[in-house]
C-alpha cells in the first residue's frame, strides 16, 4: 500500500503526464501534491530518485519516443506536443539522452544495433554480483545491465553488458567516480511500452575507489509508475538473439 508521499506523487505524475505541452513548474507541481515546494521537491527526490524538473524531462522524451514510432507526426510537432519551445533544443536532449536523433530513432524503429559506452580512461574497480527475476515465475526477457552517472537510464553508461536470463555478472575496470547500476528487462513487444512486459532494478549511488570490489544482489521487478523512464534506446533483441548465436555456431566450428 503507498503512504501519504507516494499517493503525492503518484497524482503529480499524472499531472505531468496528462500536461506534457504544458509549461510546469515546481509550484503547479507542489499544489498538485498538496504539499510546500521545499517538502514536495524533497519527498519527490526520496520517492524517485530523481527531481522532479528531471523526471518530467525524462517523461517528455519517453513520449516523443513513442510518437516517433507510432505516428507520423514530424518532429517539429512531436517537440511541441512534448513541451519544447525550440526543435533545436528537443532534438540536442533528445540525441543526448536517447544515443540517436529523433530521425535516425524513427528510421531505425526504435532500435539500435549497438549501445556506445562512454570514453573514460581505464579504472580498477569491480562491480559484481546476481540479478534475479524475483517469483513472477515468467523469463524476464532480454536483460540490459550499464553503469550510469545517474538515476536515469539515459546516455552512454560507462560498462554495460546483455544477458539472456538472469544470474551472475561482473563489470570490471569501472573507473573510480560514483555510479548507479540501472538495470530493465523486456519481455514480448517492447514498442508496445505495456507495463507488464517491462521489468526493472536499480542499486546505488555506488561509490568505486582505489580499487575496489563492490558486491551485489539486485531482483528484478515490474516497473511503476514512479520509476524514471528508460530513455537510452533499447537493443534490437533479434538481431541481438542472432548474433550471439551466429556468434556461437562459429566459435564452435572453428574448435
Known sequence: MQDAAEKAVDRVIDT???NLSDQLTVDDMARAAMFSKFHFTRIFQRVTGVSPGRF???IRLQEAKRLLVTTRLNVTDISIRVGYNSVGTFSTR???SVGLSPTTYRRMGGYTRRIPTLQTSTGYGTVRGR???GSQGTSPGLIFMGLFQHRIPEGAPTRCAIRDEPGPFRFTDVPD???YLLCHAVSGEVLR???KNV???TAGPLIVRDRQVINLDIQLKPV???DPPVLLALLDARKAAYERQFTAATEAIAA
Open 56 to 58: 518530467l524531462s525524462a
Open 16 to 18: 505531468m503526464r496528462n
Open 199 to 201: 521489468m526493472v532494478a
Open 224 to 226: 511503476s509508475k514512479l
Open 94 to 96: 533528445f540525441t543526448k
Open 131 to 133: 540479478i534475479t527475476a
Open 177 to 179: 567516480g560514483s555510479w
Open 193 to 195: 511500452l505495456q507495463q
